[in-house]
């Protein structure tokens, strides 16, 4: 698993050993970003930016919302994301999340929360531009997760957040969203939202 674009591009991420945590794949991860740089039905890319190469998330603040590796997280910041706050609970997920972090050398932009979606506190710095949720498949987390983000404020009106789903799953946001795009990746229905 690399780091597909910007400043930290081909450097190698760790993941743990197992089958708890299961990483955006690299394929995923390009696609992804590619929408979100070059725009999508009234998304006319982060902050406005369209970029050429993909490779520029222009300053935006990030929360990686089960985020495991990190894969996602480090992927925006190594594209030119201010900030990203992890959320995750697992051990193993968090050492090795804190070492991707330590090898790119991005523990001054990084945030690690440790709290289950469900308790999840405010935002430290306000809210944010960009969300990614890759909950386990099939327990509707990422709706309980996106009701308590809204809740406790992690966002204004225009950010984004990307939720991954399995294929065949039924995902629904909550009211204060416009989906936007959905694509099949894989095994992994992505869905872009926007907060209104």
């Not at 204060?176 to 939202?193: D, N, P, R, S």
């Amino acid at each position: 698993m690399r780091i597909v674009a910007g400043k930290h591009k081909g450097k190698t991420l760790e993941a743990p050993n197992g089958r708890i945590t299961r990483p955006t794949s690299d394929r995923a991860r390009e696609t992804i970003f590619n929408i979100l740089a070059h725009g999508i039905n009234g998304i006319n890319g982060i902050n406005g930016i369209k970029d050429i190469d993909g490779a520029s998330l222009n300053d935006a603040r990030v929360v990686d919302v089960f985020a495991g590796t990190g894969a996602l997280g480090l992927e925006a910041i190594s594209r030119g994301a201010k900030s990203c706050v992890f959320i995750e609970t697992g051990r193993a997920a968090i050492a090795t999340l804190k070492n991707n972090i330590s090898t790119l050398g991005e523990n001054d932009a990084t945030t690690i929360i440790s709290s289950p979606a469900e308790r999840t506190p405010p935002p430290p710095g306000g809210p944010v531009d960009v969300a990614f949720l890759d909950a386990p498949y099939g327990k509707g987390l990422s709706q309980i997760a996106l009701e308590r983000l809204v809740l406790k404020g992690w966002f204004k009106p225009g950010s984004i957040a990307i939720v991954e789903v399995g294929k065949d799953e039924e995902f629904t946001p909550p009211a204060e969203f416009e989906t936007i795009k959905e694509k099949t990746i894989g095994a992994a229905k992505t869905v872009f939202i926007k907060f209104a």
